[in-house]
């Protein structure tokens, strides 16, 4: 069976919860590798709708095993609301959930100094989801972050937060001229969730690599998008972690070797939540017609999502970056109602016409896109079940997309339910 990674192609929310839960059917783990709460993958089952946010979108399968991999930031009372909520919709969240011990915990001083660094840039801001991700890495980086396995060790844990507090409630009280944290209170309260995540703790390499001995499926969970990684993204308008396939390996513990596919998730034309540089976003009109008929708004914030045409040079510089080998196509029809649909296929700079994304974030400002014109199918494909009955001229226009991006499609979705959507 294939260990398989999927990522975001674009800029997050391309529907990546809803493809995981298809795909979880055919592995045996599902494992989430970066990221934190900052994502909200959906997933629709006969019309009740379950938003993951930290537990892996494979857990509405219950005879799967869930991982949250060290490469994760676990914000402890957020997971434990989310296994709460999940299990008062009658899933099960028992054993089948492990988390890495050496995944990094979200401190209160983490979501504040995320918040107050924002509310300092201004006009500048990055339009974080404010939970603390980017504030959270930085602590790993600057190797005082504190893991899950110190929550267990008590000596560990209190003078590792001791230090911490000690040190973030300075830059509070003399950066930012406001109150910090107490001591007690954040020891106290952290832990409390000892009891809630003893049982879940684990080796999660040790785990992945010996269920892979045995001849079982992985199935890596990206969150947000190619276009979010700190390195490769649009920088600084990105989130703090890996989220393109080489994040996989390192945000789990499994080598690269172990990787039979990459399979990238795109949407049938692009968003992005947050500020930053977005080449084909929409003018007002064709903004407030595909956001209404795409509900697109935040799963995790609530916050309008910006919209705009597919851009081919993006998914292409993407197909790339993660070698990817299969597209998914979601949101098809969101379209449906357009006569007339745009494909970018490249950018101008001034008088300059370029056919691959620039990697500064100058440029990038700078580029206007140059389009390819297809007419629509004007046609409900909702109900649609099998991929040779969408309408010509829809599978016109995913042939095409096909080609620019350089990746045959293996999945297109139409609709959010878990049924809506079929092989090619
Ligand atoms: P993720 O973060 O990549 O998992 O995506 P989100 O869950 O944040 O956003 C995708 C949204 O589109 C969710 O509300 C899904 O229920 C919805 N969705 C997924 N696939 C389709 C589709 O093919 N058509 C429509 N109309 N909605 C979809
Ligand atoms: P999923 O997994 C879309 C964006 C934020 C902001 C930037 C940095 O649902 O696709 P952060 O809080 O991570 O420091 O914010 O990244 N962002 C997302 N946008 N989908 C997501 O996740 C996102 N996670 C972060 O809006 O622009
Ligand atoms: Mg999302």
Known sequence: ???????????????????????????DYVVRFQGGNNAGHTVVVDGR?????????????????????????????????EIKSLKKKGIKVDTNLL??????????????????REAQKGKGKIGTTGRGIGPCYTDKASRCGIRLADLFNDSVFHDKLKENIDEKNTIFCKVYGCDGFSFDEVYKQYKKYRQYLKKHICNCSQVLNDAIAIGKSILFEGAQGTFLDIDHGTYPFVTSSNSTAGGAVIGTGVGPKRIDKVI????????RVGEGPFPTEFSSVMMEKIRTKGKEFGATTGRPRRCGWFDAVLVKHSVRLNSIDEIVITKLDVLDECKKIKIC????IGKRLIRYFPSDIGSLWRCKPVYEELP??????????????????????????????????SIVSVGSDRKQAFKV
Not at 15 to 24: F, V
Not at 100 to 106: E, F, K, N, R, T
Request: negative net charge.
């Open 49 to 81: 709708q379950f938003i993951l946010h930290l537990v892996p979108s494979g857990i509405l399968h219950e005879d799967k095993i869930c991982v949250i991999g060290n490469g994760v930031v676990v914000d402890p009372e957020v997971l434990i609301e």
């Open 345 to 348: 296929v490249g950018y101008r």
């Open 1 to 27: 069976m294939p260990n398989i990674i999927l990522v975001g192609t674009q800029w997050g929310d391309e529907g990546k919860g809803k493809i995981i839960d298809m795909i979880t059917q055919d592995v």
């Open 376 to 409: 629509g199918w004007y046609q409900d494909t909702t109900r649609i079940t099998k991929y040779e009955n969408l309408p010509q001229k829809a599978l016109k226009y995913l042939n095409r997309i096909s080609e620019l991006i350089g990746a045959g499609i």
């Open 264 to 271: 990238g998730v795109a949407k049938a034309y692009t968003t």
């Open 99 to 116: 988390i890495s011990d050496q995944a990094h915990i979200i401190f209160p001083y983490h979501k504040m100094m995320d918040k107050l």
